[in-house]
């Protein structure tokens, strides 16, 4: 068990750290091979005999429950496919972080380096045991990097019997694990033993690759780096399965998705560790800021975890998206329908208020004119309180620069607004000049900014001016 270290000083970069190897094991794991996929793809196949060196198959036979597995501190195993021993000291386990170093006694798979666990050594080491090849009903199998889904289960200490080199170290069997005993009060150094297998089954089907004399590991994807390992994403189909090639491809595609979701949580969690961590060292940069430093350093960390959170959650969504190509398509073409309907829509009603401003004005205007008359409701809107302001003015400057008008065509506009100066109050003429700014089919955020500025000349905010927007456009 390597020894745990976050000092003073590394928070940040241990930060990156984490949050690096969390996003990539996100990615690479809705990336990851399928070998679901690739097994319902295999070809079944009733016997071996005919096929080519290289042929993706499935076999499905009976297996030998009697298999015996040979074993190391204890006799043998009779009726597994393979079996797991588990080997753990009773240890010092030391934990340094910025309050300090802190010191628990724990169970460990390996012997901490500290200088509390000097005196200690570890006896037992942990290993799986399994056969060279497996045989179902006359296929042999090698069992070289062979694959297995089922779960395992416990084996408990009363069906083995130690062997003379299991009884020499002094393991004693207990209820459901051997035991030795370092003979100290504080059980520090003491060792425990726990076996685990995965039972032969009556009837298994095996998926994998014919090779020239036996069915072997097909490497269907390479896969290789600290990332691939960390996920055990091993791009393999050597797959050997309980039950009928049916029910044997339901228990793989569960345990893919099993895989998938436990390493989704984990990356998920690790994550958002990471952004704590990461935004806790960045804090106490600022923990010397006059007034606001002690808080920012209570609560960057809690800001630093959903950062995190929220980035692994970022990632995890596109690289599902990306993994899943007729979920994007079905995605893309809801979007795109979406925005023809919306497109449709807005065309619909821009018609309409084209109509609307036609039937007051005898014709349908063009584009420039939608223009000259927006123009000419601002000027209006702005003098209708008398003067026209420095502000008002400038908007109104900002209106014709837009258009690119030159001087004379500002004068006559100007001059024509002076004339039709109607006699309605300022919503109206906002209304008009909203109804103007619509018929041209968008408003972008320079005309919506210029809007807020003349609804605000008249005492209109950006809640009412959208409100009477959504009115027009209701009506429509």
Known sequence: MAEKKSKKGNGILFGLVLLGVSIAAIWKNEHRFDYYRAARDTVPAETVDGLASGSLFSHTGAMDRSLTLEGRYVDSFQGYLQ?????????????????????????????????????????FRSDTIAPASYLIADLPVDGAKIQFVDPSQS??????????????????????????????SDQLGDERVRYSGIPVPEVATYFGKWGDEMAVAHQAEPKKGFIAGIIQDKGILHHLVAGQRGPALITIKEHLARVKMIVRIVALVVCTIGGGILFSG????????????????????????????????????????????IVLAVIGILLAVGLVLLARNAARKRA??????????????????????????????AASNGEISADEQRV??????????????????????????????GRQKLETLVRYSLADGRIDRKELKTLQQ?????????????SLMREIQSAC
């Open 352 to 381: 309409r208020i084209r109509e609307n401003i036609g039937g007051s004005l005898g014709h349908i205007p063009s584009s420039a004119e939608l223009g000259e008359l927006e123009y000419i409701q601002l000027w209006q809107l």
């Open 454 to 466: 003349a609804a605000g000349w008249i005492g209109i905010g950006k809640q009412g001016l959208t």
């Open 155 to 184: 084996i408990p200490p009363a069906e083995l019997t130690l062997t003379s080199k299991g009884s020499s170290e002094g393991l004693v069997a207990r209820e459901d694990e051997f035991y030795l005993s370092k003979g100290r």
């Open 282 to 325: 960045i804090s106490r940069l600022l923990v010397f800021i006059p007034v606001i430093g002690p808080f920012l350093n209570r609560v960057t960390g809690w800001i630093g975890m959903l950062f995190g959170f929220l980035v692994g959650l970022a990632t995890l969504t596109v690289a599902y998206l990306t993994s899943k190509p």
């Open 83 to 123: 079996v797991r021993r588990t080997a753990e000291i009773y240890a010092w386990d030391r934990d340094e972080d910025d309050d300090g170093v802190s010191w628990s006694k724990e169970w460990m798979s390996s012997l901490q380096n500290n200088e509390r666990n000097r005196d200690l050594k570890k006896v």
């Open 396 to 425: 109104l400057d900002r209106w014709t620069r837009r258009n690119r008008w030159d001087a004379a065509k500002v004068s006559s506009l100007t001059e024509r607004a002076a004339n039709e100066l109607p006699h309605t109050h």
